[in-house]
C-alpha cells in the first residue's frame, strides 16, 4: 500500500535535469519540412506527374511512328539498297552500315534525347516555384494562420529563409530526382522498342550515351539554379509579404511598367546603355529567373557555339562559367536584400 506513495516521493526528491532548448538548426529542419508537407503537391507530384506525361507522349509518338513505318513498309516505300525489303524495321540490318564517325554523332544524338526527355519536371519546376513563392506569406496572412505560427517561438527570419530555401533548393532537387527517374524511364521505353526491332540496346543506347554523366549535369546544375534565381525569389517573397491583395498583378506590373517608363523615356541613355539591359538584367531576371536554364545566356559558350558537340565536361565548365560574372553575384545580393526586407515587413504587415 505504501509503494506508490515512496514512488511519488521518491519522484519528487529526484532532481531532473533541465530541458535545453532546440537548437536552431532543428528548428530550421522542421520549418522546411512544414514547406514540404504544406505544398507536397506542387513540389513533388507535379514534377512527377509531368515526367509522366512526357512519357505517355513519347510512348504515342513511338506508337505513331511504328504505325507510319509499317504502312510505308507494307506500300513498298521503306527499302534498304534499294532492293532488299524489311518486314519491319530492322535495326540490326540498318546500324551495320554505321561507322565510327556516324557512332559519335549518334552518342551526341542519344545525350541530347536524354536531357531533352528530362526537361518536362524542370519546366514545371519554374511554374511551382513562381507561385509557390508569391502565395508563401500572403496567403497565411489572408487564412489567418500567420497568427498560429507568429505564436510559435519561431523567428520571422527563419520562416522567410525556410520559405526560401525551400523554393531554391528543396523544390528543385525534388524536380531533378523527377527529371533523373524520367530519362532513365525514357530510356527503358526506347531500350524496349529497340529489342522489337532486332536492335541492341547497349550497343545503340546505353554504349553511346552517358546516362550517369546526364545526371551528374543536372544534379550540378542545382547551385548554379539557387545562385541565379534568388533576385526573382526575393521579389515574389516581398511582394507576398507586402501586397495586401492581389500579389501576382503587382509582381508584375511594377517591373513591366517600369520598363516601359525607362524605354518610352529612354532613360538607359544617360547610362550609356539601352533600354534592352533593363529588360533583360532587371524585368527578366525579376520574374523569370526561376525558370532552369534561364542563365544560358551568361554562359561563357566558347566551344558551344561550334559545329561540334561537346563534351559533358565542357558543358559542366561553360555552365559553372556563370559564377564568373557580375550579373549573378549582382542579382544574388539583391535577392538577399529584398529577403531581409520580407522579414521586415512579416513583423507588423497584418490586414486588419
Known amino acids: 500500500m505504501n509503494t506508490p506513495v515512496d514512488a511519488m516521493e521518491m519522484d519528487v526528491a529526484t532532481p531532473r535535469a533541465p530541458r535545453t532548448a532546440p537548437h536552431a538548426t532543428h528548428k530550421f529542419k522542421l520549418l522546411l519540412k512544414r514547406e514540404f508537407w504544406e505544398h ?27 504505325v507510319a513505318a509499317r504502312k510505308a513498309i507494307a506500300s513498298g516505300k521503306m527499302q534498304i539498297d534499294g532492293d532488299v ?17 556516324d557512332m559519335d554523332k549518334l552518342a551526341g544524338g542519344v545525350d541530347l534525347s536524354m536531357l531533352a526527355s ?51 533548393l528543396v523544390a528543385p532537387a525534388l524536380a531533378v530526382g523527377a527529371a533523373i527517374a524520367c530519362m532513365f524511364a525514357f530510356l527503358l521505353l526506347i531500350s ?9 540496346p547497349l550497343t545503340l543506347l546505353w554504349g553511346p550515351g552517358s546516362p550517369l554523366a546526364n545526371a551528374g549535369l543536372l544534379l550540378a546544375s542545382i547551385p548554379i539554379y539557387a545562385l541565379w534565381a534568388l533576385p526573382a525569389v526575393g521579389w515574389l517573397m516581398l511582394c507576398s509579404a507586402w501586397s495586401k491583395s492581389m500579389p501576382f498583378l503587382w509582381a508584375i506590373v511594377i517591373p513591366v511598367f517600369a520598363g516601359i517608363f525607362i524605354s518610352w ?14 529588360w533583360k538584367n532587371i524585368v527578366a531576371r525579376s520574374l523569370l529567373s ?37 550579373q549573378l553575384w549582382i542579382g544574388a545580393a539583391a535577392g538577399i536584400v529584398m529577403l531581409v526586407g520580407a522579414v521586415r515587413l512579416r513583423r507588423w504587415r497584418d490586414d486588419n
Open 192 to 200: 524496349a522498342w529497340m529489342v522489337l526491332h532486332n536492335g541492341n
Open 85 to 101: 525489303k524489311i518486314n519491319g524495321l530492322d535495326l540490326g540490318a540498318l546500324t551495320s552500315k554505321i561507322d565510327p564517325g
Open 290 to 326: 526561376v525558370f532552369p536554364g534561364s542563365w544560358i545566356d551568361a554562359m561563357e559558350i566558347g566551344a558551344l557555339a561550334k559545329g561540334d558537340l561537346p563534351s559533358h565536361a565542357m558543358v559542366l565548365r561553360s555552365t559553372y562559367s556563370v559564377l564568373t560574372t557580375p
Open 118 to 168: 528530362s526537361m518536362w519536371p524542370l519546366v514545371v519546376l519554374g511554374f511551382v516555384v513562381f507561385f509557390y513563392c508569391l502565395g508563401s506569406l500572403y496567403d497565411e496572412r489572408k487564412d489567418r494562420s500567420v497568427l498560429f505560427w507568429k505564436s510559435l517561438p519561431l523567428s520571422d527570419r527563419d520562416t522567410v529563409f525556410s520559405k526560401a530555401a525551400s523554393a531554391l
Open 40 to 66: 507536397k503537391g506542387g513540389f513533388l507530384w507535379a514534377p512527377v506527374w509531368a515526367g509522366a506525361v512526357s512519357l505517355l507522349l513519347a510512348l504515342m509518338a513511338l506508337v505513331v511512328g511504328e
Open 265 to 278: 523615356f529612354e532613360v538607359m541613355n544617360v547610362f550609356d546603355l539601352q533600354s534592352g539591359w533593363f
